[in-house]
């Protein structure tokens, strides 16, 4: 949802250990060498930072030191030792925290969507802080004993065995009840939880719950996680959470541990307490009284599926505008006929920041634009769109842009973050001029903007607070007072503005006149109404909530009494807004230099195992061997070092070594990496093959540019690479008569995809096109091995029904023979081992579709959540060189092979990572009958 990732190794002792190293080097992306970092360190808490992140520096470092103290209490923990990288060149605004090695990241943009009361400095670290504790509380017992054998991943191993749903749900708890402001405040929040309750919709189980649906919407880990801990914490205590974590800390062999922390603390499974949860739940908001329902005539078609229409708004001609999102399609800018509810698409944006703002000529939107290659530096662009005539405009400018408006005497206002962390409201035109409306105080941060007559209006935060206020032209006007509730979809009139609020447990919409400084209920929403906007027939048009998504609806304007405002945010958490409790008044920290080079190698983590963690990621588990492994990455997550000892007792060679070396911070990423492999050195002779009693050793450098150019919905990448491989194989040489040693082997490449988001529903994507092309060659020529070219190629379209897929793959390979042939770097159809080709042409057609989403679970072994079949049949003709007394003859081999893959996408022993188990049934040409099986994962 909005920010927090907590980044662990997930390390499930006997079940998933491949899950290890793939989180092992946990990043989420690097800056540029030539960025200069700082370091400020106030007691156990070290923040590095780039150097225009400086006026930041001091806000944060107050934040994450009260947060420290706040997010500790429960936990029953003083300050805890924990290294911050802030960036501020990103507009994803997010944080994690990682433990591989032990750090805390935060994204300094303010989130545009941030539905909190309070600033985004001080509620992103209350929230990251509780996952420091939540780190520290498990590193106790026996984890904190395993460090000595694991090294900070001894954490991760504890981490892992922590349902995802407690980590998040007790983070947003904390950030709820520690301060004035957090989601649990907010009724959007758990709104489908009550609207499911209350509409008598079908009872889900803990499993669906909590590991999602392809059928059904089901809110994120957050949501479920905020209700289940916050009962926990109500029912039982509020240091139940923290006894949970230290229980799993001392005893991580109970598998599953929390299972039985909390049926030591409750006396009742998971699932029973999610069933009490939702009983407990549902009295509390039965209880609410409401005022008469505001009536809402429907605008927006029927659909039995989850659909949501936001931010509509109502043309002269009748149509409505919308944006709208669903399970199985992408979001959309449709146009909808109000009379025979068609609806016809007029653009499909990319990651919008902020709300989009739509009038009768105009849509404008920010939308997210990657830098090509730094993953922590990128910006926004705002996009117009005639949605008349369906031209569609990018403004020249790029920027930290959010929540962008059409202004009537031209261009476009938009709020724009400054790296240095000035904010400020800026009208942008078509021609690349810009001038700056407004620059925001410190103490304000703007989260939307609104328009009328070109009177420029923001909602903004405070510490104490919400607010409304004028901004642009003349003197700045604060029309509110400072309000702790979730304020948002702010919408101007020649009257007053329109906002959208929390109240008794439900989002309703308001009216604050600026002549008379009143305000009004308007829609009165039994579970949520939100998005309003002035229609030109003088009614009131938005967003209204139902069991299945947000539809359209319209009413006439209510002539209500006054609202007081001061009841907003009251009777939506049990808990009491608690004062930030800052101290700006602290002794400035010293301010350093942060040394990339002395601080590159960083071991953070080691293993009493013979590990490369290239392969055992690939799924090679046989790379598994006796030795020790250690494990090192910078802060800023640029250099990346493992390096392993091994003994093999039943292989030839018996002592084995790797090191590998990864440099992420120039365009070009290098990875060197040096091997002493199991087995003995390679002779090759006169087309023949024996060992040797030398053991072998191999070099290989790689060297590649990431290049991210995704635009809208369109993601583009492109990756050159080269490798240079040595290994110290021996070859004869027949015009020297002698035998050489050592082969250097070249590889240059070039890989293309380019490929449409993705549904929820989704198996592939609806439109993609991927390419690589590849060519080997031996640079030692008395080597005698064959060069070769490849090029791949496989195009996705729709199939014949929503989210199904259609694929196909062409492949096409060529050696030219100099003694040795080099194994086929193209797959072969099903059913066929690998062999030797000199020619290939290949084709692989694949249908893929979705049959069935159960949502089956089998006690709490197996959560199944789909099946689906996918159809293919693959051809391929190859030139095969066989062996003949005579020499080497060539010959012409077709392979076909028919058959389908049955896919389940499962949740095993409620593990919150999704896998998919494949049954492949093949009949390939004159090979017989085949079958096979696999698990692929992802961590989520």
């Not at 997010?71 to 805890?80: F, K, L, T």
């Not at 395993?146 to 998040?168: I, N």
């Not at 369906?390 to 929540?403: A, D, K, M, V």
Request: proline share 6%.
């Amino acid at each position: 949802m909005k920010r927090i990732r907590t980044i662990t190794l997930l390390i499930l002792a006997s079940s998933l250990p491949h899950l290890q190293l793939h989180a092992q080097y946990y990043s989420d992306g690097t800056e540029a060498a030539r960025t200069r970092w700082l370091s400020s360190r106030y007691g156990n808490i070290n923040l590095i930072y780039p150097t225009d992140a400086r006026p930041l520096a001091a806000r944060y470092l107050a934040a994450l030191r009260a947060a420290d103290t706040l997010a500790g209490a429960d936990y029953g923990m003083r300050n805890s030792r924990i290294d911050v990288v802030l960036h501020n060149h990103n507009v994803l605004s997010n944080g994690f925290v990682a433990w591989c090695p032990r750090r805390m990241e935060l994204i300094a943009q303010p989130n545009p969507t941030d539905l909190d009361a309070q600033p985004w400095p001080e509620m992103l670290t209350l929230h990251e802080m509780r996952h420091v504790k939540q780190m520290y509380a498990l590193r106790t017992g026996i984890i904190r004993g395993a460090s000595v054998l694991l090294g900070e991943q001894s954490v991760g191993l504890a981490a892992g065995l922590v349902p995802k749903w407690m980590l998040e749900g007790d983070a947003v708890l904390a950030e709820t009840k520690l301060s004035g402001s957090g989601r649990g405040r907010s009724a959007a929040f758990y709104q489908h939880y009550r609207t499911h309750l209350l509409t008598g919709q079908k009872h889900y189980n803990y499993d669906k719950w909590i590991n999602g649906s392809y059928k059904h919407y089901i809110p994120n880990k957050y949501a479920i996680g905020y209700q289940l801990t916050n009962y926990i914490e109500l029912k039982y205590g509020s240091k139940s959470i923290a006894e949970v974590m230290n229980y799993v800390g001392r005893r991580p062999f109970a598998l599953p541990p929390t299972y039985w922390a909390l049926r030591s603390l409750t006396g009742k499974s998971r699932a029973a307490i999610c069933k009490d949860m939702f009983t407990h739940v549902d009295s509390v908001w039965r209880s609410t009284e409401f005022a008469p329902l505001t009536p809402l005539t429907q605008l927006s078609p029927d659909t039995r599926i989850y659909t949501n229409y936001t931010h509509p708004h109502l043309l002269p001609d009748g149509r409505v505008i919308a944006l709208k999102t669903s399970l199985s399609t992408t979001q959309e800018m449709v146009a909808i006929d109000t009379s025979t509810k068609r609806e016809r698409v007029l653009a499909r944006p990319g990651y919008m920041l902020g709300r989009p703002h739509i009038c009768d000529s105009l849509i404008v939107w920010a939308e997210y634009r990657p830098h090509p290659r730094w993953e922590q530096v990128n910006h926004a662009q705002i996009v117009l769109l005639k949605h008349r005539t369906g031209q569609r405009i990018t403004l020249p400018h790029r920027g930290q842009f959010s929540s962008p408006v059409a202004l009537e005497s031209g261009g476009v206002a938009t709020i724009c973050f400054n790296p240095n962390g000035q904010i400020s409201a800026l009208r942008l035109n078509i021609y690349g001029t810009s001038d700056t409306l407004y620059q925001f105080e410190a103490i304000h941060q703007p989260t939307e903007l609104s328009a009328h007559a070109d009177t420029l209006y923001a909602l903004v935060s405070t510490i104490q607070g919400k607010q409304l206020m004028r901004i642009w032209p003349g003197e700045p006007k604060i029309l509110t007072p400072p309000l702790l509730a979730d304020i948002s979809s702010i919408v101007a009139s020649d009257s007053g503005l329109f906002f959208t609020a929390s109240y008794k447990y439900a989002e309703h919409i308001f009216f604050y006149n600026i002549f008379t400084n009143k305000t009004i209920c308007i829609v009165n929403s039994q579970f949520g109404s939100t998005n309003a906007k002035p229609a030109a027939n003088g009614n009131i048009i938005c967003s209204n909530y139902t069991p299945i998504g947000y539809s359209i609806g319209q009413t006439q304007t209510p002539e209500n009494k006054p609202f007081d405002l001061s009841l907003l945010g009251t009777e939506v958490t049990r808990h009491q807004p608690m004062p930030w409790t800052a101290d700006t008044t602290y002794e400035a920290p010293i301010i350093q230099r942060y040394r990339k080079l002395t601080n590159m190698l960083n071991v953070h983590s080691w293993m009493p195992l013979f590990v490369k963690p290239t392969e055992v990621m690939e799924g090679d588990f046989e790379a598994i061997k006796l030795g020790i492994t250690a494990l090192s990455q910078n802060l800023t997550g640029s250099t990346m070092l493992s390096a392993a000892y091994g003994y093999a007792p039943w292989a030839s060679q018996h002592h084995i070594f790797n090191a590998t070396l990864q440099y992420l911070g120039w365009w070009t990423a290098l990875a060197l990496s040096f091997d002493l492999e199991p087995f003995s050195a390679i002779r090759y002779s006169n087309g023949k093959t024996e060992t040797t009693t030398t053991q072998q050793r191999s070099i290989s450098l790689n060297a590649y540019i990431p290049i991210n150019l995704t635009t809208g919905q369109t993601s583009i990448y492109i990756r050159p690479y080269s490798n240079l491989a040595y290994n110290n194989n021996q070859f004869y040489s027949r015009e020297h008569n002698a035998t050489r040693k050592g082969r250097f082997m070249q590889t240059n490449g070039l890989y293309i995809s380019i490929q449409r988001s993705m549904s929820h529903r989704d198996l592939y994507p609806r439109w993609g096109w991927t390419m690589q092309a590849q060519h080997s060659y031996s640079l030692s020529p008395w080597s005698r091995m064959s060069s070769m070219a490849m090029l791949s190629s496989t195009i996705y379209t729709p199939g014949v029904l929503r989210n199904h897929s259609f694929r196909a793959n062409i492949a096409l390979q060529r050696q030219w023979p100099n003694g040795f042939y080099m194994s086929s770097r193209t797959g072969l159809p099903r059913g066929y081992s690998d062999r030797i080709s000199e020619k290939l042409v290949g084709i692989k057609l694949n249908y893929a579709m979705p049959l069935l989403c159960p949502d089956l679970n089998i006690f709490s072994l197996l959560y199944i959540k789909r099946l689906s079949l996918n159809i293919f049949c693959d051809y391929t003709r190859t030139v095969e060189p066989i062996v003949r007394p005579n020499g080497i003859v060539l010959t012409n081999k077709e392979l076909q092979s028919p058959g389908a893959d049955l896919m389940i996408d499962f949740h095993a022993f409620r593990i919150g990572s999704p896998l998919r188990l494949t049954f492949t049934a093949a009949w390939p040409k004159g090979e017989g009958f085949y079958y096979d099986f696999g698990f692929s994962f992802s961590i989520n």
